[in-house]
């Protein structure tokens, strides 16, 4: 059975930045589209980015447009959130999640249809 894992989170100064990996167990990501959500106090839970299974379709929540960018290695079956220009509104749990989306080239931004989860990763950003 698939297992994600979040790592990479930690504790930084506004202006840094961070690299999340979600690395999958149990099977392989290769088919698999990945979403990266995150939590923050007191807040619903927002969609940050997503990758299509194949690589070719990306999306961004317009808050992090610029500033995190997703990619994938599916022969370490692991996808990366490279975060940069972190800010204190982007302090929260991260998560990422599968889908197996229709076709190679979509993700989903929203969480609805994803239905592997990992247990999360924290991230602090002060000012």
């Known amino acids: 059975q698939l297992r994600l894992v979040e790592s990479g989170g930690g504790l930084v100064h506004a202006g840094e930045s961070l690299r999340l990996s979600c690395v999958a167990s149990g099977d392989n990501l290769r088919w698999r589209a990945i979403g990266w959500f995150r939590r923050a106090p007191g807040k619903e839970r927002e969609g940050v980015s997503c990758?299509?299974?194949?690589?070719?379709?990306?999306k961004y929540a317009d808050s992090v447009k610029g500033r995190f960018s997703i990619s994938r290695d599916d022969a370490a079956n692991t996808v990366y959130l490279h975060m940069s220009g972190l800010q204190p509104e982007d302090t929260g749990v991260y998560y990422c999640?599968?889908?197996?989306?229709?076709?190679?080239?979509?993700?989903?931004?929203?969480?609805?249809?994803?239905?592997?989860w990992g247990p999360g990763t924290q991230v602090t950003v002060s000012s």
């Open positions: 990758i299509s299974s194949a690589g070719t379709g990306t």
């Open positions: 999640a599968t889908d197996y989306p229709a076709t190679d080239d979509y993700c989903s931004p929203i969480a609805s249809p994803y239905d592997i």
